[in-house]
């Protein structure tokens, strides 16, 4: 009995696997903007990093090795956090003014997602949150502090500025009461301009006098 030819079996050729694309700008910039989204919808206090790393199709060690905390990630996230760039810079004496429009400007724009809103509405759920943040906002504004006014040190000016933005942004932000909550904007902002001034011990500008 002859047999049959057994039949050539013909194998794919194989494909290399293909390599994963590292973008480290393309990464930072989708978890930037699931951050965005994530705290929009869910705040501060119960937005989780490892929903962002999935929102934006990453790993959660992705996120910890760009932003390291959630709170980092929050002031890197919410456009109010992105004023104090266009702050620094200029005559220091005008420190206090610019302090205040940015403040009262993100404010009235900001929607939710200002920092301070943040710590306050953090602060009624979960108190270790709340303390979390504040620390980050600490750290920053120290930085700021330091590099732009060469003032090491002023931990006690900061709490005291933060002490005072923090309460007009629950009086006038949050529970919508009392004359901060009815003030306009310009008012606002120069009541606040004198009172940062004297917090961070800064002197007024000077004015040029006619000759």
């Not at 013909?10 to 290399?16: G, N």
């Not at 903007?33 to 937005?47: I, K, N, P, S, T």
């Not at 009541?191 to 002197?203: A, D, M, S, V, W």
């Amino acid at each position: 009995m002859t047999s049959l030819p057994t039949p050539e079996v013909l194998t794919p050729p194989t494909t290399p696997p293909r390599r994963r694309i590292r973008n480290p700008d393309m990464h930072r910039a989708a978890i930037l903007d699931a951050a965005l989204a994530a705290f929009a919808e869910r705040g501060y206090a119960r937005a989780t990093m490892r929903d962002i790393a999935q929102r934006a199709g990453v790993t959660h060690g992705l996120v910890q090795r760009h932003f390291g905390s959630k709170e980092a990630l929050f002031l890197a996230a919410v456009p109010a956090s992105r004023h104090w760039d266009n702050m620094i810079g200029g005559d220091p004496a005008d420190l206090p003014e610019r302090i205040a429009k940015m403040f009262v400007a993100r404010m009235e724009e900001a929607a939710g997602l200002d920092p301070l809103m943040a710590l306050i509405r953090s602060a009624a759920s979960d108190v270790d949150a709340a303390k979390r943040l504040y620390a980050a906002l600490q750290a920053r504004g120290a930085e700021i502090y330091e590099d732009f006014l060469g003032s090491p040190g002023g931990a006690l000016h900061l709490d005291a500025a933060y002490a005072l933005l923090i309460g007009v942004t629950f009086n006038r932000y949050v529970i919508g009461m009392g004359p901060l909550a009815e003030m306009d904007r310009d008012a606002l902002t120069t009541y606040l301009t004198t009172c940062i001034r004297q917090i961070i011990e800064l002197p007024a500008p000077t004015t040029a006098q006619p000759e």
